[in-house]
């Protein structure tokens, strides 16, 4: 069976501020086989990586993203919400992270955040950085708008995407490939062994979210998903090991 791979779930975000430079850093320092990571559009059309719609959780600034131009968001600190050592992170934009990844060898998955607002061309935006950078091998697109995901396949047919999905789907393997989809990223305790065995005999990949129980880890390994996104990126590793 194939070595499952780990993902460092917003970078490595148990140790360093979420979706910071430090915390991809961390991740590759820790030997993640991928990052997850999470995107928005700015005022001025700049795609940053951040998990919330607006900036007031992980940064000392408030306001909504859409909001806010790449320079007002950059006054604010991304890393003291977290501890006094990160007061320098910034929020950053995809193409800082790519370009801090374009020496590794490390998966990308971007989850497009466009749910409650509806970014105008962001996934054109976010295929147009991909192809700069020359990352159409190694990035895995994923949205909870299954729209959006239409749409990418529509204007990119063979580019790959995860659906990304929180509650019980029937037949999971046949509404990604419906959608041209080519893995789910369930939330993992919607998973069991056989929606893992289906999905793959579909050709389907599989990708949980977001699994620290170890406990939990070692069952999802065990069924042979391809990979474990995760916090911990370095406990996932002890775990994988074992198994
Ligand atoms: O992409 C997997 C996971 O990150 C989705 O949930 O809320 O952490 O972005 P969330
Ligand atoms: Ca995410």
New binding site residues.
Partial sequence: MKKTEIYA??GFSKIAPENTMAAFQEAIQAGADGI?L?VHLTRDGEIVVM?DETIDRTTDGTGWIKDLTLGEICEHSAGSWFGSKFVQERVPTLAEVLELLESTSLWL?I?L?NNIIRYPRLEEKVLKEVDRFGFQKRVIL?S?NHFSLHHLHSVRPHFPLGV?YECNLIDPWDYAIQLGASSI?PFFPTLDEEIVRRSHEAGIAIRP??VDDPIYQKILFEWGIDAL?TNDPSAAQGVREQV
Avoid: A, P
């Fill in positions: 779930h917003r997850e999470d998990h998955n989850e955040k994923s909870f990304l990223h979210f977001t996104i």
